[in-house]
Nanobody, 126 residues
Framework: QVQLVESGGGLVQAGGSLRLSCAAS????????MGWFRQAPGKTREFAAA??????????TYADSLKGRFTISRDNAKNTVYLQMNSLKPEDTAVYYC?????????????????WGRGTQVTVSS
């Protein structure tokens, strides 16, 4: 069992940056691939980024709206995964969720993730 708690969201002006954190419980964090998703009101949950158990492989959404602005990383010693978000836009406003799975392929699809956090709100003002 893995419990995930996101933090770092908030209100930021367009063009600003935020770093989201996701703290995981349990001693097996380093065996899990981790992902970040986001969900805006009335929209489906959208994949943003994923990282393998050792940080050696990362994936990012092909969506042009996110490309090049978000960076995922992890610190297994701290049981934490991060999402650095730069050049934020009002359309980035959403609840951001982290997810875990023992498969990197599964953690890239919201339908197949094994564990979820409760999310953190990010609001970008224009």
């Amino acid at each position: 069992q893995v419990q995930l708690v996101e933090s770092g969201g908030g209100l930021v002006q367009a063009g600003g940056s935020l770093r989201l954190s996701c703290a995981a419980s349990g001693r097996t964090f380093s065996s899990y691939s981790m992902g970040w998703f986001r969900q805006a009101p009335g929209k489906t949950r959208e994949f943003a980024a994923a990282i393998s158990w050792n940080g050696g492989t990362t994936y990012y959404t092909y969506a042009d709206s996110l490309k090049g602005r978000f960076t995922i990383s992890r610190d297994n010693a701290k049981n934490t995964v991060y999402l650095q978000m730069n050049s934020l836009k009002p359309e980035d406003t959403a609840v951001y969720y982290c997810a875990a799975s023992q498969s990197l392929a599964r953690v890239r699809d919201y339908k197949t993730c094994d564990y979820w956090g409760r999310g953190t709100q990010v609001t970008v003002s224009s």
